[in-house]
């Protein structure tokens, strides 16, 4: 059959008005507006969010971090139970184990950091009234110790004395810091609380969150935008490691010394080290102020065994364990690990000394992608330029 001439059809469409036309593009500038107000819309709903779950964004960030911090523990556990019990039971235990290797320690130190202010309470007072007493090393020290004993007898020992150099502590005013301390204990038990939830749920629904967010990365940022999520995932578990249970170790390894010497209460200050060990420089404000008790006490060599080995445990900690954990994992450098804790813990609390590697981590990723040589092109795109 005889195909109608080109003049035969514009003809008929210009005949019938209704034929079908084909569709032409939109126009450039308005796709382009689309694009612009999508982008708009999404970043506005984005912002809405944040605002409204601003009050649990805390707990929402440290449920992050102790989930990508567990993760690879948690896939192993969760493999080895049976197929009905990883939807929900196997999530619910670890959580749960996780409360209590948190909970337990902090409850116990809450409880002897109470006891301590009420036991400087009923000190103060009572000091008040007697006087401090001249401690024994003070008439040991060697030639000016007679001096120094008498000295304290004057300014110190008598009652006198004492209520004027003690009368800037208020006794009110420790107990009203003990009821603050109460109070903020209980807020930060809520954010505790919700934090648990929120880790319950990242850990049951882990996979398939990873896969969307791995996805969108991919889509938004494309292939170093993958590479920069992975370097700050290793970052934060790095941190954890590196922070959290050298930290530990440093408590442990510290408050065995407090042991040995005999130091009261060896067991809550070696707890009260490693929860301040996670800090940078941290551990020498309580091994120190263990040591000059242990001075005053007229312990001389106790007080140097203290400082020996707590500065030696820091030092190697410090500088050779932490580095190769925090650093280690992220290829990151010294330096970028020690500004980001201290940056993150200025900025943002506890919670900063995780977070500020893993924005370090991306930084430096973002800094060696841009500064990095382009890629020698392959052999067959040399032959495609050739040809």
Not at 74 to 82: K, N, T
Not at 174 to 198: M, N, S
């Amino acid at each position: 059959m005889k195909r109608p001439s080109p003049a035969f059809r514009e003809t008929a469409a210009i005949s019938d008005p209704g034929a079908a036309r084909p569709q032409e593009p939109a126009p450039r500038s308005g796709r382009n507006a689309e694009r612009i107000a999508g982008a708009a819309a999404a970043f506005g709903l984005v912002v809405l969010g944040l605002w409204i779950l601003q009050s649990f964004l805390a707990a929402l960030a440290w449920a992050a971090v102790f989930a990508i911090a567990s993760w690879p523990l948690y896939r192993r556990i969760d493999g080895a139970v049976p197929a009905w019990a990883q939807r929900a039971l196997a999530p619910f235990l670890f959580t749960l184990a996780l409360a209590l290797l948190f909970a337990v320690p902090i409850s116990f130190l809450g409880l002897e950091v109470a006891r301590a202010i009420h036991g400087a309470v009923v000190l103060v007072t009572e000091l008040r009234k007697t006087g401090i007493p001249v401690p024994d090393w003070v008439e040991s020290l060697p030639v000016f110790g007679s001096q120094a004993a008498k000295g304290w007898r004057q300014y110190l020992g008598d009652p006198s004395a004492a209520r004027a150099l003690l009368s800037h502590i208020n006794t009110a005013t420790l107990a009203e810091t003990a009821k603050e301390l109460g109070g903020e204990v209980v807020h930060r038990l809520t954010i505790f609380f919700f934090t648990l939830l929120a880790l319950f749920f990242l850990l049951r629904d882990g996979r398939t969150l990873a896969a969307r967010a791995s996805a969108l990365n991919r889509r938004l940022f494309g292939r170093r935008g993958e590479e920069t999520a992975a370097h700050m995932v290793s970052a934060v578990q790095g941190t954890v490691y590196g922070l959290v249970l050298v930290g530990f170790a440093e408590g442990v390894l510290i408050g065995i010394a407090y042991l040995a010497v005999g130091l009261p209460n060896a067991v809550p200050v070696a707890a009260l080290t490693g929860v301040l060990a996670v800090i940078p420089f941290g551990a020498p404000v309580i091994f120190c102020a263990a040591a000059l008790y242990l001075l005053s006490a007229g312990g001389l060599a106790a007080a140097a065994v203290v400082l020996g080995v707590g500065f030696a445990v820091v030092f190697i900690a410090d500088h050779l364990v932490r580095p190769v954990l925090i650093g280690g994992a992220a290829h990151l450098p010294f330096l970028a690990v020690l500004f980001g804790i201290l940056g993150g813990l200025e900025t943002f609390g506890v919670l900063g000394l995780f977070l500020g590697p893993a924005v370090m981590a991306a930084l430096v990723s973002l800094w060696r992608a841009a500064t990095d040589p382009p890629e020698p092109a392959s052999r067959e795109e040399d032959g495609a330029i050739d040809r």
